[in-house]
Structures are given as C-alpha cells and as structure tokens.
C-alpha cells in the first residue's frame, strides 16, 4: 500500500451518517458501548462530587466528553494489543476492563485499587488488560508507548501499541522523537491525538503552529487521518481499519480526534479560558452519549429501553464507591513494595 492510499483518504471522513459503519456491530454491540460510556460518565461525575468532599487528594482529570474514544479504541483491540495514554485515563482504565471499584479504590488510595492505592487517578495500570498507564509527564507515553511498539515488534507477537497524547503533548519534543524511531524502525505503533481544543486554558490555535496535528507524522512518513470524536460507531471502524493496516504494512501510523472536554482540565480549573456559549453548543451537539441513543432510537429502541443503562451505571458506579470508601488504606509496609531500589 503507497503512502498516499494510506492518507485520509482511504478511511471514513468526518461527519458520514452513522449508519454507513461499523457493519460487524450488532445492535447488541452497539447497546454494549452505550453501556460503557454510561459507566464512565457516571463514574466520572461521581469522582467530581466526591472530590469536592475531599475522598480524593491530589490531580484529578475527568474525560466527560470523550467517552466514545476509549471505548471504541478498547472494543477495536486485538488481544496482543496494548494502551498507553496520559493522566486523563480514567476512562480508558474502565473501557479496558477495570472494574468501577478497581479505579475508584485507586483514586481514593484505597487497598484494592488497580495500583495498590498508591498510585492515584494518574497512575492507573493493568498489565493483564494490556493497559499500561496512566503517566504524569505531558508527552512521556509517546516515548513508552514506542517502546511498547519495539517489544510487539520484537517478540514478533503481531500486537499495535495504540498510543494517546492530548494536542498539548503534540508540542513535546519526545512526540518528534519518537516518531522519528517508529518509522525508521518500522514500529507497530497508533498515535492518537485527542484533540479536545485545549492544553490546560490554552486553545489550539495558540499553541500549535503549522497545519493540522494529524499532518505531524509526515516529515517521518508517518500518515495520518482525523475524525469526529461523538461517534463511537464511526471511531471503532476507524480503529479497526487504522489496526488493520499496523498490522498489514508494520508501520507506525496516527490519528487526530476531533473531541470536546465538557469539565475543566482538572478539578481546580476556573475555565475562564471559554465562553458558556461554546461549552453548552458542545454538551448539546457533541455528546457521544446522545449521538449513539438517538441513532439506536432511530433503528427502533426505547426510551426506557435505553434508560436503564443509565441507571445501571448509576449503580455500580455507587456500589463501587460505597466499597472503596469502605476499604483499608494501604499498610504503611506496603510502601517499600513494588518499588525499583
Ligand atoms: C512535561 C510536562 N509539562 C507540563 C506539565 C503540566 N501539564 C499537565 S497537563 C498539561 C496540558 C496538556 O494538554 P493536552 O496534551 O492537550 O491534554 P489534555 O489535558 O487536554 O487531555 C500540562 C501543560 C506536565 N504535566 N508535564
Ligand atoms: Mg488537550
């Protein structure tokens, strides 16, 4: 395949009508991942509410908003495949099959929490769900996950490393750096930006120079594509196919997500950086909660039908959090364990 059929082109533009995609899905399927996103979003609004009360110390970064993208990214997976992203992985650590009490716990610093408790909402990890973090540096995963791509490499297992970073992290010199090895080096590797308009208060526009982010792999060969964010439908093919061709060429490639945060960066953002108008046009037109429930409404599902998985979600969300409060803290002996010395 030339670099030019590799090009945007070939894949599924932006805005095409839902159902022109992801024709291996069932409507069951379909039901699956409404059902997930519903788990983070209620996930992530109870982690704000219980922040405010004080249950969760330090960073804390919600991905309300952005739901779609890691469940149609874990659901496109293959089973060598492997995640990396940054701080805002809440969702991800979820869509990858970490249980609400599993995250919640860790978030508390709670014993039963994916990482001991002593990591935190940045420094979720399952290496049994292939998820790998859940990393603190803006940009650091970009280097990781490459190293991620050398070992599918290596061990000839046939695995991508899909790899996340914000659009902010795009300007991080180790994102450059590690595309210049992917490609020389031929490495299994998906970039994905999640450009959700902002870095911390700062737009875009005023951060990253020259054209498009998804045009930053091409000094390196590295070809790229950009779709919508509110459709989880259309980003699963789009993951699909993107995987697909990894596999196919063995070449790194990289994707832009067109995508919204609909809280601040972190729990202490005053969000003075946009207008009430932009975030409510937002919430009314780019939920990928409501895109997917109008579509299966279209294709004949109820209300009620559909309800119910929000108030599963509210559920478990509560049930997860009622044990995590419960749980021990970490024992303080705990502390020199799982530590490089
Ligand atoms: C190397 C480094 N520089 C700065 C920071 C502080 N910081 C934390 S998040 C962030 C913004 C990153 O924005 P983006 O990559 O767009 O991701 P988003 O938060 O929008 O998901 C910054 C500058 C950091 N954590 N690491
Ligand atoms: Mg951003």
Redesign the pocket.
């Known amino acids: 395949m030339t670099l030019k059929e590799l090009l945007s082109e070939s894949l599924p533009e932006s805005g095409m009508p839902l159902h022109q995609h992801a024709p291996n899905l069932s409507i069951q399927d379909m039901k699956n991942m409404l059902a997930e996103m519903w788990i983070i979003r209620r996930f992530e609004e109870k982690c704000g509410e219980i922040y405010t009360a004080g249950k969760i110390a330090g960073f804390c970064?919600l991905c309300i908003g952005q739901e779609a993208i890691s469940v149609a990214a874990s659901q496109a997976m293959g089973p060598k495949d492997t995640m990396i992203t940054?701080?805002?992985s809440h969702g991800q650590a979820l869509a990858r099959g970490l249980t609400p009490f599993q995250v919640m716990a860790e978030l508390m610093g709670k014993e039963g929490g994916s990482s001991k408790g002593k990591g935190g909402s940045m420094h979720l990890f399952h290496i049994e769900r292939l998820f790998y973090g859940g990393h603190?540096?803006?940009?650091?995963q970009t280097a990781l996950g490459t190293g991620l791509a050398f070992a599918h490499q290596y061990n000839n297992d046939g695995g991508v490393c899909m790899t996340f970073?914000?659009?902010?992290?795009?300007n991080?010199g180790q994102f450059f750096e590690s595309m210049n090895m992917a490609s020389l080096w031929n490495l299994p590797v998906l970039y994905i930006i999640?450009?959700?308009g902002?870095?911390?208060g700062t737009a875009v526009s005023r951060a990253c120079s020259g054209g498009p982010l998804h045009q930053r792999g091409m000094p390196f060969g590295i070809p790229g594509s950009l779709v919508k964010g509110d459709d989880v439908l259309q980003l699963y093919d789009v993951f699909t196919t993107m995987l697909e061709t990894i596999r196919t060429t063995s070449r790194p490639m990289l994707l832009e997500i067109d995508t919204y945060?609909f809280k601040g960066?972190?729990m202490s953002d005053p969000g003075k950086y946009r207008t009430r108008k932009e975030l409510d046009e937002a919430r009314s037109n780019r939920d990928p909660l409501l895109v997917l429930s109008n579509y299966l409404k279209e294709r004949g599902e109820s209300d009620d039908d559909l309800d119910q998985f929000d108030h599963q979600a509210k559920e478990k969300v509560e049930h997860a959090f009622a044990m995590a409060d419960a749980a021990p803290e970490p024992s303080t002996t705990s502390l020199w364990e799982d530590i490089l010395r």
């Open positions: 970064h940054a701080y805002r603190g540096i803006v940009g650091a970073l914000g659009d902010g992290a795009t991080q999640e450009n959700n902002y870095s911390m945060r960066h972190s």
